[in-house]
Each structure stands twice: as C-alpha cells, then as structure tokens.
C-alpha cells in the first residue's frame, strides 16, 4: 500500500492550488484520510481531515479557504487551496488509515510530500 501526492507548485499570493492524494496497492477499506503540513523550520500540522463518510475538520488557519474532499471509488483525497498566503507556505503530507485485504487492523499510511510556495 502506498499514498501518492501531487498538485504542488509555486503560487502568488491570493492565488489556488489543487492536491491529490491517491492510494494504491491491496487495500480493503480507507477510513479516515488527511492532510498535514511542515512549514520551514517547524513541526507538522494538522491541515485537514475527513472521514470515511466524509465528514471533514479544518484546522483554524485554513478554514473558508480550504476544501477537503474524497472520491472513494478512486481511492483519492484531494485539497482544494483558494486564497494562498505565504504563511501556507509547507511541504503537504497526505495520510490515511487503511486497512489491507486480509486484515482485521488498520494502519496509518503517509504519502511522500509535495512542495507549496506561496510567494509573489
């Protein structure tokens, strides 16, 4: 099992991004999947969540400017970033609790990072 991130790049100020997060691999189910940041030089952060029934929980920084959503036919979770500001500035971590074909447990997978910068 494996979570693939992608949608990072450089944006201006006020400017949107768009970030997916598709897991692969022998999974029987996806419960809870999220998405973290590390801004430089500080530890990383809860952005945003959602659950299996797509409940979703934003952290105060980002709430009215960022969108959490989820395909499960996909296996994917995406993050929709409107209103960039360069305090946003992080490498995102994706995650997920997924548990495999053939067990009774779920695990906590993280995707491989991706690179935002906001600046003009």
């Known amino acids: 099992v494996q979570l693939q991130a992608s949608g990072g790049g450089l944006v201006q100020p006020g400017g949107s991004l768009r970030l997916s997060c598709a897991a692969s691999?022998?999974?029987?189910?996806?419960?809870?999947m999220g998405w973290y940041r590390q801004p430089p030089g500080k530890q990383r952060e809860l952005v945003a969540s959602?659950?299996?029934?797509?409940?979703?929980n934003y952290a105060d920084s980002v709430k009215g400017r960022f969108t959490i959503s989820r395909d499960n036919a996909k296996n994917t979770v995406y993050l929709q970033m409107n209103s960039l500001k360069p305090e946003d500035t992080a490498v995102y971590y994706c995650?997920?609790?997924?548990?495999?074909?053939?067990?009774?447990?779920?695990?906590?997978?993280w995707g491989q990072g991706t690179q935002v910068t906001v600046s003009s």
């Open positions: 959602i659950t299996s029934g797509g409940t979703t």
């Open positions: 691999g022998s999974i029987s189910r996806i419960n809870d």
């Open positions: 995650n997920a609790y997924i548990r495999k074909n053939g067990s009774f447990l779920s695990s906590l997978y």
